[in-house]
């Protein structure tokens, strides 16, 4: 049993879900969570579940504790310390996953924190790549029982709560997957992943952007480094690199028209980077979309089937077949 307890900044667990054990990381929400998880940043009301919400500026707040395993295995992820342990894998994922800042208290007394406390502005569609998976958990006892077992004990559902397990059955299947030596060797450790957290964060929309396009190019050289010299993958334009992630990853066939859309995409990019100035062929909605793309191409990656909530394909499709600028 572990000895050692931590304190976590702004976990906000699912509904109802007062405890989450991922990697043998204990996760529990502190005494107060109902009150804390109201003070953190909120950009709508919501009523009607756990906890009722107001929008507010919010922020930094100590919503769970995590117990310690005795024997930590190392971190998979290319962390600077390489002696870092997969706590950090962990937390990692549940900032990319909630869509908050989430750390662990290392420091004694009041220290200033540089983390950013504000709620995420990209990564949904990853998010909502979870699978729902829903279960009665009794008030009292902490029973679990599946909706088919209610169903056939017809027992009163006020005595239980209806809880997600799929958030933390998904984390843990992540962890997994990306702590195969099959999926590091595959993906050079997933340091683009460090690139896709920094990307979700609240920015201006360009920097979100060439960001994206970065972990893009990134996953195109991991791709091909085994057959194409570094000095070809440099030299090749943006444009074939971004067509080749979105035939392999996204089943879309490239033909002329939708080269010329991706070319022109490619040199907004380009203007971006050389000049610092916007272009009118490519509108922030198409930038947008490449973001929401970037989103699905993560949870392809980590294993989930892509959500598309915010109809990044049908936008796609919209985009490779219009007709090009001159």
Not at 235 to 256: E, S, T, V, W
Request: hydrophobic fraction near 35%; charge should be neutral; proline fraction near 4%.
């Amino acid at each position: 049993m572990s000895k050692i307890k931590k304190e976590i900044y702004n976990l906000e667990f699912p509904p109802y879900v007062s405890q989450l054990e991922i990697g043998g990381y204990i996760f529990k929400r502190i005494d107060n969570y109902n009150q804390l998880i109201t003070e953190l940043q909120h950009f709508v009301n919501i009523s009607g579940s756990e906890n009722p919400i107001q929008p507010n500026t919010g922020k930094h707040m100590i919503t769970a504790t995590v117990s310690i395993p005795e024997n930590e295995i190392k971190c998979c992820l290319p962390w600077t310390d390489p002696n870092s342990t997969q706590i950090l894998d962990v937390l990692f994922l549940l900032t990319i996953f909630t869509g908050r800042s989430v750390f662990v208290k290392e420091w004694e007394g009041d220290a200033p924190i540089i983390a950013d406390h504000r709620i995420h502005q990209w990564g949904g569609q990853l998010q909502c790549s979870i699978k729902y998976e829903g279960m009665w958990r009794h008030k009292d006892t902490g029973e679990i029982k599946t909706e088919q077992e209610m169903e056939k004990s017809k027992i009163p559902i006020f005595d239980y709560d209806h809880i997600d397990i799929g958030f933390e059955k998904s984390l843990n299947k992540i962890l997994t997957l990306i702590s195969n030596p099959e999926w590091q060797e595959k993906y050079s450790g997933g340091y683009f992943l460090f690139l896709f957290r920094d990307a979700t964060f609240r920015q201006i929309l360009e920097k979100s952007f060439l960001t994206c396009w970065t972990i893009w190019e990134q996953i195109f050289s991991i791709e091909n480094s085994k057959w194409l010299p570094d000095e070809e993958i440099f030299r090749l334009g943006g444009d074939r690199k971004i067509a080749y992630i979105l035939n392999k990853y996204f089943n879309k066939k490239i033909d002329k028209r939708a080269l010329a859309n991706i070319k022109q995409l490619a040199k907004s990019r380009n203007r971006l980077v050389h000049f610092g100035k916007k272009t009118n062929d490519v509108t922030n909605e198409e930038k947008e979309m490449f973001i929401r793309l970037t989103e699905q191409l993560i949870a392809l990656i980590l294993g989930l089937e892509p959500s598309n909530i915010f109809n990044s394909l049908e936008k796609l499709n919209s985009f490779l077949n219009k007709q090009p600028h001159c």
